[in-house]
């Protein structure tokens, strides 16, 4: 299978470069990786939970002995 | 210790060679135990039967999907990661004894967890939600399993270090390897989900700590039950790069493409877990739609990326060869005589057309809502699962017989129908299940008859149809399951040794010659293909949110 054939050998440069290095940089992908998936789902998921109101004594009581 | 492959040229570590060998045969008697739950399921769902008594139904369930979802197919992973980071790189596996480690705690943890299931110690289904409770050895197999993997994942980075640090691959790695390092970093946000969910659920099962919380539960689960199978997707697409360039000597159109499709893997797909939340009271609609469209629509794109790039590779190679009549001569004249190829071809269609159609549609909060916990969410990933990903595995397949196991495949001609069959058997089946699902029919239940019940239901009368057709689909795809079963086994077991490239029943093409037209569009059947599919993914896109609003109806 052939080598990238997109190099960083024309004008705009910055943006390009960084985008093959971290193409080629397994271990910045897996902790971006980490990162996003910690963040947007982990993080804000448990944040959501623990915010969750407990259920009212009244109802529990209710549904627990109906 | 190498040997050079006869066929491919390939530097073949042996340490690592044995490796992918056991690996590739405890996925095999994954999937034989996965295939027997699965025609067992089929007989006792539809009602006309209903073979299994309810405890057992449960259990075989429990099987058929720790067997089908995980152990096969990261078993099969496995195998694949060390083949992609040692043969392929020509490079010698890492630390072998790691290696056995590895595969040791996998099997160890196979073998435990389905000791206890088929004991009816663990009758919790995959999921395990707590407060359901399982014996903690069943914990403890999937822990050890999940252990095991990972170190299997680490040896694979192991591997391309080495690689790197010998010389053996430059800057960039094949974009086959490449994919299969995306998977690779999927696999390890799985399985670090699956230490921190499973550790403490264990811990209870054991009695030592009082409770999980079952809405933190399913949370942290869903980072491991939907993530594995993005493992999967990618692991899957990696091998349809790797099957164009074997079968049809086609590179990709553009690697640099399908390298950021593979990064948008690694970014966004995993949070896509939140669709197996979107009824959940404990988290909010803003969690849920951004985490299964916004961010994830990323993903998706990244899906619809592969889904051109690699049937426009094979019509590009093909096209360059010579087969430039009309939009589909390419597609007329592909190896279909070799049954990887038609595996993979098969596979990206059922893919698409099933899997991903439904797969978007259903992973939205508001249609989610028609289908949620019916049977049409099993048709779907049915289609995501079986067609693509099985599918995909056991094409590659045919070429791992004789260049690793160096073995000739039995009943060659058999091989040729049978991604035919089991293609059908499962189209078939999980397209039936999606209708099932669209009238209602719940996934996970016994007894739709709710005989005893204290309520009644009656189902729309038409969806006895859907009940045969799936177990007609089902039965076809049992048979094109064992067919595959018994070619690996005997070939693998009891096959004629390959001793040379005469020995070799499939084929490994020559790069396609390079292109010589300036601006003519490389790829106008892939082209039109592609908008067909999105003629159909809009059609059912419009059908379900009108049905949407047929059954909420807002005034
Ligand atoms: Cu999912």
Known sequence: MSEDQNTISNGEQPKKAFLHGLLDNYFLMLVLGLVVYALSYCIWGVIEILGTQPIPDEIKQTLLNP | ?555
């Open chain 2, 1 to 555: 210790m190498f040997r050079t492959c006869d066929i491919t040229g390939f530097k073949v570590c042996l340490a690592s060679q044995k490796l992918i060998r056991i690996n590739a045969v405890f996925a095999v008697v994954s999937l034989l135990i996965a295939v027997l739950g699965a025609i067992l399921l089929v007989f006792t769902r539809w009602q006309e039967v209903h073979l299994l008594s309810s405890p057992w139904y449960y259990r075989i369930l429990t099987l058929h999907g720790l067997n089908a979802l995980i152990f096969w197919i990261v078993f099969f992973e496995i195998a694949g990661l060390y083949f992609g980071s040692t043969v392929v790189l020509n490079t010698r596996f890492c630390s072998p004894l790691l290696g056995w480690v590895s595969f040791i705690l996998m099997a160890g943890g196979f073998i435990m967890v389905d000791v206890m299931v088929l004991q009816g110690k663990a009758d919790v289904l995959m999921t395990s939600y707590v407060p359901l409770k399982a014996h903690p050895l069943y914990y403890l197999g999937i822990i050890l399993f999940a252990v095991g993997a990972l170190l299997g994942v680490g040896l694979f980075f192991g591997n391309l270090v080495k690689a790197k640090r010998e010389g053996n691959v430059g800057e960039s790695l094949p974009l086959f390897t490449f994919g299969l390092m995306a998977a690779a970093i999927i696999a390890v946000m799985t399985l670090l989900s699956g230490a921190v969910v499973y550790v403490p659920t264990f811990l209870w099962s054991l009695g030592l700590i009082e409770s999980v919380d079952s809405a933190w539960y399913r949370l942290i689960w869903w980072g491991l039950g939907h993530s594995s199978q993005q493992i999967n997707v990618a692991a899957m697409i990696a091998i349809w790069y790797l099957t164009a360039s074997l079968t049809v000597g086609g590179n990709s159109v553009n690697e640099k493409v399908s390298r950021i499709a593979f990064l948008l893997y690694v970014l966004f797909i995993c949070i896509a877990s939140a669709h197996h939340l979107l009824v959940d009271p404990a988290v909010s609609s803003t969690w849920k739609v951004w985490n299964t469209s916004y961010a994830m629509y990323l993903a998706v794109l990244a899906s619809m990326i592969h889904a051109f790039a690699v049937p426009a590779t094979i019509e590009s190679a093909q096209r360059r060869k010579g087969y430039t009549n009309g939009l589909f001569e390419w597609f007329a004249r592909a190896p279909w005589g070799n049954p990887a190829f038609s595996s993979v071809f098969l596979a990206i269609i059922g893919f698409g057309f099933i899997g991903g159609i439904t797969g978007v549609i259903y992973g939205m909060e508001q249609t989610n809502i028609i289908v949620h916990n019916t049977m049409a969410i099993v048709g779907h990933f049915k289609g995501t699962v079986v067609l693509g990903t099985t599918l995909t595995f056991m094409g590659i397949t045919y070429y791992i017989i004789p260049l690793i196991f160096r073995k000739k495949i039995v009943a060659f001609k058999l091989a040729k129908i049978q991604p035919w069959l089991f293609f059908f058997g499962i189209a078939i089946l999980s397209v039936s299940m999606i209708a099932l699902g669209m009238f209602g029919v719940p996934r996970r239940h016994w007894d739709i008859t709710f005989s005893g019940a204290i309520f009644s239901h009656d189902f729309n009368p038409v969806i006895g149809i859907f009940w045969v057709l799936m177990v007609l689909g089902g039965v076809v795809a049992f048979l094109g399951a064992l067919i595959w079963l018994l070619i690996v086994v005997i070939s693998v077991f009891f096959g004629p040794a390959v001793n040379g490239p005469e020995d070799f029943q499939l084929s490994i093409a020559e790069p396609a010659p390079q292109a010589d037209h300036g601006h003519k569009f490389i790829a106008p059947g892939t082209l039109v293909a592609s908008l067909i599919f999105m003629a159909a993914l809009l059609i059912f896109f419009f059908l379900n949110w009108k049905w949407l609003s047929a059954i909420w109806e807002i005034q």
